[in-house]
Nanobody, 122 residues
Framework: QVQLVESGGGLVQAGGSLRLSCAASGRTFSRYAMGWFRQAVGKEREFVAAITRSGASTYYADSVKGRFTISRDNAKNTVYLQMNSLKPEDTAVYYC???????????????WGQGTQVTVSS
C-alpha cells in the first residue's frame, strides 16, 4: 500500500504560478512511477503529467506542455508539479497517483491521493 497526500493548491491569478507537492508513505517510493491528473467541475479526470521511477523521463499533456514541470525527490518521498503561466482553464482538483510502471492512462494507476484544489482567476 502507498498513501499519497497532496498539498500546495490554492487561488492564483491568471499568469501566476503554484507548486503542488505529493508526499508518499508506505512502500518504497522509488518503486513507483508517479502521475498527476486533474478533474474540473463537470468534466472527466484527465492526465496532466507523469514521471518514471528514477525521474529520468517525463511526459505531459499537450495542454500543459511548456508550462508545467513534474519532478521528484526520492529521498523525500515526494513528487512535485510546478505550474507556471496558469490559465483559468487549469482550474481543477489535482490528484497525484502511483503505479509501478509509468503510464498516461488513468485506469492503470493503483494508488491515489485525495486531491488539492487549484483555482485560477481571470
Amino acid at each position: 500500500q502507498v498513501q499519497l497526500v497532496e498539498s500546495g493548491g490554492g487561488l492564483v491569478q491568471a499568469g501566476g504560478s503554484l507548486r503542488l507537492s505529493c508526499a508518499a508513505s508506505g512502500r518504497t517510493f522509488s518503486r513507483y512511477a508517479m502521475g498527476w491528473f486533474r478533474q474540473a467541475v463537470g468534466k472527466e479526470r484527465e492526465f496532466v503529467a507523469a514521471i518514471t521511477r528514477s525521474g529520468a523521463s517525463t511526459y505531459y499533456a499537450d495542454s500543459v506542455k511548456g508550462r508545467f514541470t513534474i519532478s521528484r525527490d526520492n529521498a523525500k518521498n515526494t513528487v512535485y508539479l510546478q505550474m507556471n503561466s496558469l490559465k483559468p482553464e487549469d482550474t481543477a482538483v489535482y490528484y497525484c497517483a502511483a503505479n509501478e510502471v509509468v503510464t498516461t492512462t488513468l485506469g492503470q494507476y493503483d494508488y491515489w491521493g485525495q486531491g488539492t484544489q487549484v483555482t485560477v482567476s481571470s
